[in-house]
């Protein structure tokens, strides 16, 4: 499957030769690496899903819209050790990238996005690498979420490895925002200037709905004093 996808990739100029030739080289250790990562994505979902589920039945509220999952794809890979200028390899891997297996939860309240993070932190099995807020402090591009790369234990048949995972959490309107603005990223032939106003107009929208996620929690806790 993922010697397909290369290969399609290669095909398309997307990828070069000596890529393909080492991913098909390391085929074994590659969907082997990529198992243990998609075991991270399912134990960092459940936890989630845990949480969700217990805040159901004590506080009768989901703090949970929505969890999103994705593993990078080889050719994302590929891609982002080259860019990155590091080496080829299952270890390079391994220590390098952080983004491999990732897991976006999807929130209506900013509030709920600290809490869940909080209780997920909090969990012994979990080890803290690295937190990005972009709530406090957005990108220039507007860009919104609470970035946490964790560490989660996957336990196999003889054996406990650690695995990273990039875990973001978004309002609904920051997700609405960052996919509108992914999908800018990836168009081509627009004009500079075009480009460059729907830019502006972008991080105008990221304000707005900024406010708009704070007053609709400022809402939601004076509907909940009443
Ligand atoms: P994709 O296609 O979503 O996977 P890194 O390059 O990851 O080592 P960096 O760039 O500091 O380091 O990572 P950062 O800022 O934590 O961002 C990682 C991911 O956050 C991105 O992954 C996006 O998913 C998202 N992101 C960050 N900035 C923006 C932004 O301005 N707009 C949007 N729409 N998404 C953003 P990828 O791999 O870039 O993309």
Redesign the pocket.
Known sequence: MIKEQLKDQFIKGLIDDYVIELFQRNMMPVNELMSYYRCAIMEVETKFKVLNEQFSLQYDRNPIETIKSRLKSPEGIAKKLKRKNLEFSIRSIEENL??VA?VRVICSFTEDIYLLAECLLQQDDIKLIEI?DYIKNP?E?G?RSL?LIVEVPIFLENEKKNRKVEV?LRTIAMDFW?SL??KL?YKKDIPQEELDRLAEELVECAQVSAALDERMEQIRNRMSRI
């Open positions: 952080n983004d990732g990005k990108k591009s860009y970035h973001q960052a603005e992914h990223r």
